[in-house]
């Protein structure tokens, strides 16, 4: 699936800008916003095919944000590709941690980049999750 809408959250200005552009140059329409509350509003507003989120981030941080998106059912079949410096093991245990009180498991992104992301990497994953089926994550 080319030209997929790609919502961006990410609080660093380079990084929204390093991942736009690559996601550009390969055809698709990235949506950019820097935190967890603005990706929820854009989100429902724009119902993106696709959305790459930050974890750390100030205020509503990514894991927030995609705990939200989860628990929403209209808004939980949209694919997430997870873009961090924290590590994935560290990501999935915190979500452990979050979904202990609740009466099901969060399930995990379609995807995990620990950053520095190479654009080559970034661009194979985004054609990998969009190619796959949206309730396989």
């Known amino acids: 699936m080319n030209h997929a ?3 961006v959250v990410d609080d660093e200005m380079d990084m ?8 550009k140059s390969a055809g ?5 916003t820097r935190d967890g509350a603005e990706g929820i509003r854009m989100a429902r507003e724009q119902r993106p095919d696709l ?3 930050d974890i750390m981030m100030p205020n509503e941080g990514g894991a ?5 998106l989860k628990s929403d059912p209209e808004l939980d079949r949209i694919p997430v590709i997870m873009a961090s410096a924290v590590s ?4 999935r245990h915190y979500l452990r941690m979050l979904g202990a009180g609740l009466a099901s498991s969060v399930r995990g992104p379609a995807a995990y980049l620990e950053k ?3 654009p080559d990497v970034l661009l194979d994953t985004v054609a990998k999750v969009l190619a796959s089926p949206t309730d396989s994550a």
């Open 5 to 7: 809408r790609i919502l």
């Open 16 to 23: 929204r800008i390093y991942i736009s552009t690559v996601l």
């Open 28 to 32: 698709h329409q990235p949506m950019v």
């Open 51 to 53: 959305i790459l989120l």
């Open 64 to 68: 927030k944000m995609y705990m939200t």
């Open 88 to 91: 994935e093991k560290t990501f």
């Open 116 to 118: 520095p992301i190479e």
